[in-house]
C-alpha cells in the first residue's frame, strides 16, 4: 500500500487548509449577510478538518478521523442552534444585516 | 507530474475558487449552491486521502443535511431578492488587508516549519476502515461519543425551542 503523500506531500494540504481558512476568515469580515457568515465559519470548520485528515494519513493514526467526527457533531449543532437563532432575529428585525444588532451596546 | 498530483490540484482548485464565489455571489441561495460544490470537492480531498468512511459522512451531514438547513433557512427568510446594503469602503479595504496578512503570516510559518517534517512512512498497517474507526471510537473515545449525543440532543432541544417562542408570545 503506497502511501497518498509520497505524491502530493504534506505541505500542499497545508496550504490548501490554510489558504481555505483565510477565504473563511475573509468571508465573516467582508460579508454582511447573517447567513453568509455562518458559511464562511462552515469553510473553516472545514478546513481544519482537511487537515486533520491529511495529518492523520502522515501520521498513519486513525485518532484524527475520530477527531473529525466530533468537530462535524458539533459544527451540526452549531449551524442549527445558529439557524434557529437567525430565524428568531429575522422575525423581530425584518432583516439579519449583522450592522443592526447593535442593541447589546449601551 | 503523476496522476494524483494532477487530481489533487484540479480539486483543490475546485474548492478554492467555489469558497471564494460562496462570499462574493450576492444572492444567498447562489452562495449555497457553491458552498455544496466545496464540501463536495473536499469530500474528493478525503476520497484521495483514503478516508472512504469520513468521506461519505462528510457527503451526508454536510452536504446533505446542513446544506438543506440553510437552503431552507433563506427560503423562509425570502431573501433571494438581493438588498444588502455593502460594508463601507474602508471596511472592506481592511478585510482584503487582514485576509492578504493572515494567509502570508501562516504561510510563512508553515514553510519555515518545514524541516520539522519527516519523511513519510508506510507501515502498511489498516487505520482508516469502518472496523478500525468503529473500535477506536467505542474504546478509547467512549465517554466523548456520549457526551456529542447528548449535546446533539440539547441542541436539537434548543433549535425547537428558540423557533417556535415567538409563536406563543403572538
Known amino acids: 500500500m503506497n502511501n497518498i503523500l509520497n505524491h502530493i506531500g504534506i505541505e500542499n ?14 468571508g465573516v469580515l467582508y460579508r454582511r449577510n447573517a447567513i453568509i457568515v455562518f458559511m ?11 487537515l486533520f485528515v491529511a495529518f492523520s494519513t502522515y501520521h498513519q493514526d486513525a485518532e484524527g478521523q475520530v477527531f473529525v467526527f466530533f468537530s462535524m457533531a458539533v459544527a451540526a449543532a452549531e449551524v442549527a442552534v445558529g439557524l434557529a437563532i437567525l430565524v428568531s432575529i429575522f422575525r423581530n428585525l425584518g432583516s439579519i444585516t449583522i450592522d443592526n444588532l447593535k442593541n447589546l451596546k449601551g | ?11 483543490s482548485a475546485i474548492t478554492l475558487a467555489t469558497a471564494f464565489l460562496t462570499i462574493f455571489s450576492k444572492n ?3 452562495s449555497a449552491i457553491y458552498l455544496v460544490i466545496c464540501f463536495f470537492s473536499i469530500a474528493g480531498h478525503y476520497l484521495l486521502l483514503n478516508a472512504q468512511f469520513l468521506a461519505i459522512v462528510h457527503v451526508i451531514v454536510y452536504s446533505g443535511a446542513i446544506m438543506i438547513l440553510f437552503l431552507f433557512t433563506i427560503m423562509l427568510m425570502n ?3 438581493q438588498r444588502e446594503v455593502h460594508r463601507p469602503r474602508i471596511t472592506r479595504l481592511g478585510a482584503i488587508v487582514s485576509f492578504c496578512l493572515i494567509c502570508l503570516v501562516l504561510i510563512a510559518i508553515f514553510i519555515n516549519s518545514k524541516p520539522i517534517v519527516g519523511e513519510y512512512t508506510t507501515t502498511g498497517e489498516d ?4 472496523k478500525v474507526l468503529g473500535k477506536v471510537l467505542l474504546n478509547e ?16 432541544i434548543g433549535a425547537v425551542l428558540l423557533s417556535k ?5 403572538k
Open chain 2, 1 to 11: 507530474m503523476s496522476l494524483v498530483l494532477i487530481i489533487f490540484s484540479v480539486l
Open chain 2, 28 to 30: 444567498p441561495i447562489h
Open chain 2, 141 to 156: 473515545y467512549m465517554v466523548p461519543f456520549e457526551f456529542a449525543s447528548i449535546l446533539l440532543l440539547v441542541a436539537m
Open chain 2, 165 to 169: 417562542k415567538e409563536k406563543l408570545e
Open chain 1, 13 to 26: 494540504y497545508i496550504f490548501l487548509s490554510v489558504i481555505l481558512f483565510c477565504i473563511g476568515v475573509f
Open chain 1, 40 to 50: 464562511s465559519i462552515e469553510i473553516m470548520l472545514n478546513a481544519v478538518n482537511l
Open chain 2, 79 to 81: 431573501l433571494n431578492e
Open chain 2, 127 to 130: 487505520y482508516q476502515s469502518i
